[in-house]
């Protein structure tokens, strides 16, 4: 039999994130929102926090007491089917496409997990990114030809990166291969300010950043990329987020298909230099591309 904290779905833990910001946002506090149910105070907090489920009575209610927008009805509604039709199997593999709404998700997980654990083999991962990098990672792009998008993407990116300066924010651990630093985007110069502020932020206290070189025996295992999210201590809830492309891929079920991945990221974290090595080798690569760009001067 499973235990409770095993029935945690994808879709109850994002139900709950959508129905704490709109209670914020209609300016409730739990209390006054479990009132409004006639249910214990602890209500609103074990849903809010993906414990437990809700009923369709429940939801209506809320959605009413917050004043939620139709669009923001029809979002929360379809989050609790789907979370009533996974709960108490366990076993059943989920696959979750998310369509338009698939970065929204990534952003709920990103703010409310414990610990955020990603690794990337060929582009920077976007929460480190500096602006100048996202915007190379944009140029010559025939669908953009006024820069809108990159710009819009710099400022989802920036906004992101609020939360490495929280006073209690996630922990966070990326591994990245060496083709991921040398892979010059938008040049020399904007690749050493980028890299140096990689290494800015590996001083951080709740930040490891691992680096996999091209001369590593096991360097197959790199080929990669996805994000673990975890909530405290409880590995059952685990979610793997793989990006395709247009779209996003979840897995929270079942156990040993999350659990690959762990065991998959334990094996990237034991072949990569260490964090205080890789923090070197990261500078020692910048100054290579400053040299380029002084070479060109």
């Given at each position: 039999?499973?235990?409770?904290?095993?029935?945690?779905?994808?879709?109850?833990?994002?139900?709950?994130?959508?129905?704490?910001?709109?209670?914020?946002?209609?300016?409730?506090?739990?209390?006054?929102?479990?009132?409004?149910?006639?249910?214990?105070?602890n209500k609103i907090s074990r849903?809010?926090?993906?414990?437990?489920?809700?009923?369709?009575?429940?939801?209506?209610?809320?959605?009413?007491?917050?004043?939620?927008?139709?669009k923001d009805r029809v979002w929360?509604?379809?989050?609790?089917?789907?979370?009533?039709?996974?709960?108490?199997?366990?076993?059943?593999?989920?696959?979750?496409?998310?369509?338009?709404?698939?970065?929204?998700?990534?952003?709920?997980?990103?703010?409310?997990?414990?610990?955020?654990?990603?690794?990337?083999?060929?582009?920077?991962?976007?929460?480190?990114?500096?602006?100048?990098?996202?915007?190379?990672?944009?140029?010559?792009?025939?669908?953009?030809?006024?820069?809108?998008?990159?710009?819009?993407?710099?400022?989802?990116?920036?906004?992101?990166?609020?939360?490495?300066?929280?006073?209690?924010?996630?922990?966070?651990?990326?591994?990245?291969?060496?083709?991921?630093?040398?892979?010059?985007?938008?040049?020399?110069?904007?690749?050493?300010?980028?890299?140096?502020?990689?290494?800015?932020?590996?001083?951080?206290?709740?930040?490891?950043?691992?680096?996999?070189?091209?001369?590593?025996?096991?360097?197959?295992?790199?080929?990669?990329?996805?994000?673990?999210?975890?909530?405290?201590?409880?590995?059952?809830?685990?979610?793997?987020?793989?990006?395709?492309?247009?779209?996003?891929?979840?897995?929270?079920?079942?156990?040993?298909?999350?659990?690959?991945?762990?065991?998959?990221?334990?094996?990237?974290?034991?072949?990569?230099?260490?964090?205080?090595?890789?923090?070197?080798?990261?500078?020692?690569?910048?100054?290579?591309?400053?040299?380029?760009?002084?070479?060109?001067?």
């Amino acid at each position: 039999m499973s235990t409770p904290s095993a029935t945690i779905t994808m879709q109850q833990r994002q139900l709950g994130n959508e129905l704490r910001k709109l209670r914020e946002a209609a300016g409730l506090n739990q209390d006054e929102a479990a009132e409004h149910l006639g249910k214990a105070s602890n209500k609103i907090s074990r849903v809010e926090n993906g414990k437990v489920g809700i009923s369709k009575l429940e939801l209506d209610a809320l959605l009413t007491l917050y004043k939620a927008s139709d669009k923001d009805r029809v979002w929360c509604r379809e989050l609790a089917k789907g979370a009533r039709r996974r709960r108490g199997r366990p076993t059943e593999e989920t696959t979750v496409y998310l369509g338009p709404k698939w970065f929204r998700a990534f952003r709920d997980f990103e703010q409310s997990a414990s610990e955020v654990m990603m690794v990337g083999s060929e582009i920077v991962p976007g929460i480190l990114q500096t602006a100048d990098y996202t915007r190379g990672m944009f140029a010559g792009r025939g669908d953009d030809p006024n820069g809108k998008i990159a710009e819009d993407t710099v400022r989802v990116r920036q906004d992101r990166q609020a939360i490495l300066s929280w006073d209690k924010p996630p922990r966070f651990s990326f591994v990245l291969s060496e083709s991921t630093l040398r892979r010059e985007i938008g040049g020399s110069e904007v690749m050493a300010a980028q890299l140096r502020y990689l290494a800015e932020v590996a001083l951080s206290d709740h930040v490891s950043i691992q680096v996999i070189p091209f001369d590593t025996a096991s360097y197959g295992d790199m080929g990669y990329d996805f994000v673990l999210f975890r909530f405290d201590e409880d590995t059952s809830t685990d979610i793997v987020y793989i990006e395709i492309y247009g779209d996003a891929l979840y897995l929270d079920k079942p156990p040993e298909t999350v659990h690959r991945y762990t065991e998959l990221l334990g094996r990237l974290y034991g072949i990569a230099l260490g964090p205080v090595e890789s923090r070197t080798f990261i500078l020692e690569l910048a100054d290579q591309f400053a040299g380029r760009k002084a070479g060109k001067d």
